[in-house]
């Protein structure tokens, strides 16, 4: 009955690979993963912000010690005026590290995926790529994958981890969810910074609302910044939500044109050294990213129940593939981790005797997390709305309530981006008591 083995784990990226750790470092399980794109183009991102929610993972992931010296401690976020005056800031680090020991990092994308893939070599993990799954069955007892290039596998279960457009999603488990356009998409790049910074300013997340949308400026590791313009952008003209794909890298000199003119016009409403250093920042970017923003809809189904009644289902969702949210709420990676501690731990339970088979984990996996993915999904939808286009006098009125509230979420408990302390404070394996 608990006679698991190997696992397949369809996804190359922060989820699939902590997976892949997790079930061999605390499950004695043999994973294997399969990643749609090559190694180059599957560590493409820019900057991602880890809070300690997050961080409890990866150090429970035993990864503490090679993440830390690619990242930055943020421990500060500042918010500016259009007028370049700071309107307030907030300390994001203080609390969370004395409550947990962890505070708030910000890491490329390109450096986390690494140091996960550096991961998977203490465990002898194989990792293959260019496969694109054409088919996915599921036995009773085992499931089975077959890619586009003949081949195929099968394991003891498997997790479908390939993100927001899974395949696994589409082809097997729920078809009918799409991921839905925000209206909202960002212009980002990581430079080497323009000027000489205090190390007191090191760890500060900057960032100000202007009428056409959201700017910001994170540290990164290496004396660089990442640089974003979050703004409302319409779907191309012929589209559907849901023909645009993952984002598009902006290197035709008509179209680095464009988006900087674009941003010329957004950074004629900032004023002050606020905003000449982000000018300066601007016209130092060589590469810049265009990214669009999407959700998936809530309540769509993460597995599919067993078609005999002596079989489990062998086939489950996790992360940005099962429950992908905008990022507007800072979370959307430490959500996936968590759902690899949980899912972990549950299935420790499992292997113990305490579930007679995956369907009971995977019912529980479910009843856990959907309450805590909604609720994050709200704060998003909600500090998204920040993006949007708006007047001069709109902005103004923001700047005010913003300044205002930040105060009083500091009073009740709240984050800046509006996510409760408590969901930062958050330690998913208390789930499993």
Same mark, same amino acid.
């Given at each position: 009955?608990?006679?698991?083995? !190997? ?18 470092? @605390?499950?004695k399980l043999n994973p294997v993963v ?20 997050? %961080? ?8 503490? *010690? ?22 307030? =800031? ?6 969370? !590290?004395? !409550?947990?020991? +962890? &505070? ?48 195929? *596998?099968?394991?003891?279960?498997? %997790? ?11 082809? @097997?488990?729920? &078809? ?17 910074? /323009?000027? $000489?910074? *205090? ?47 993952d984002g598009w890298s902006l290197h ?15 950074? *004629? ?14 016209? #130092? ?7 669009? @923003? ?25 992360? $940005?593939? #099962? ?8 979370? &959307?990676?430490?959500?996936? +981790?968590?759902?690899?501690?949980? +899912? ?7 292997? #113990? &005797? ?6 009971? /984990? +995977? ?18 939808? @909600? ?10 006098? #709109? ?5 005010w309530y913003m300044w205002i509230m ?24 208390? =789930?499993?008591?």
């Amino acid at each position: 009955m608990y006679d698991l083995d !190997k696992v397949i784990i369809i996804g190359g990226g922060p989820t699939g690979l902590a997976a892949a750790i997790r079930l061999a470092q @605390h499950n004695k399980l043999n994973p294997v993963v399969y990643e749609l794109r090559d190694p180059d183009t599957a560590v493409i991102g820019g900057s991602l912000g880890v809070p300690a929610n997050g %961080l409890r993972c990866l150090h429970r992931l035993g990864l503490w *010690d090679t993440i830390v010296p690619r990242s930055v401690d943020i421990t500060t976020t500042v918010l500016h005026s259009t007028s370049g005056t700071v309107l307030s =800031e907030v300390d994001v680090s203080t609390e969370p !590290k004395q !409550k947990t020991g +962890f &505070g708030y990092l910000r890491i490329n994308r390109v450096d986390l995926v690494q140091c996960l893939r550096d991961g998977t070599q203490k465990y002898q993990i194989p990792i293959h790529y260019n496969k694109q799954v054409t088919r996915i069955e599921e036995n009773g007892d085992s499931a089975t994958v077959t890619f586009s290039d003949g081949t195929s *596998d099968t394991a003891s279960f498997l %997790l479908g981890c390939d993100g927001m457009h899974s395949a696994v999603r589409k082809l @097997h488990v729920d &078809g009918t969810i799409t991921p839905v356009y925000s209206g909202i998409a960002a212009i980002s790049s990581i430079v080497d910074d /323009v000027i $000489d910074r *205090d190390p007191k300013d090191a760890g500060r997340l900057h960032s100000t609302i202007t009428p056409h949308g959201m700017l910001a400026v994170a540290p990164c590791a290496g004396n660089q910044v990442f640089w974003f313009f979050s703004k409302e952008v319409p779907l191309p003209a012929g589209t559907t939500s849901a023909d645009v794909r993952d984002g598009w890298s902006l290197h035709r000199q008509k179209e680095l044109t464009d988006c900087r003119s674009s941003l010329a016009t957004v950074l *004629d409403c900032v004023h002050g050294q606020w905003g000449q250093y982000l000018r300066q920042l601007v016209d #130092a970017s060589r590469d810049l990213h265009f990214y669009p @923003h999407y959700r998936l809809p809530l309540g769509g189904k993460w597995f599919v129940p067993s078609a005999t009644p002596q079989g489990s289902p062998r086939v489950l969702l996790m992360g $940005d593939a #099962a429950h992908a949210v905008q990022p507007h709420a800072g979370q &959307g990676v430490s959500l996936a +981790f968590e759902d690899v501690l949980l +899912f972990s731990g549950l299935l420790a339970k499992y292997q #113990a &005797g305490h579930y007679t088979d995956l369907g009971e /984990v +995977f019912d529980r996996f479910d009843l856990i997390r959907r309450p805590r993915i909604q609720r994050i999904n709200e704060v998003a939808l @909600h500090n998204a709305r920040m993006r949007r286009n708006q007047s001069p006098w #709109a902005v103004w009125c923001k700047e005010w309530y913003m300044w205002i509230m930040l105060h009083v979420n500091r009073f009740w408990g709240m984050s800046m981006s509006g996510v409760s302390n408590g969901d930062i404070l958050y330690d998913v394996e208390t =789930e499993l008591k």
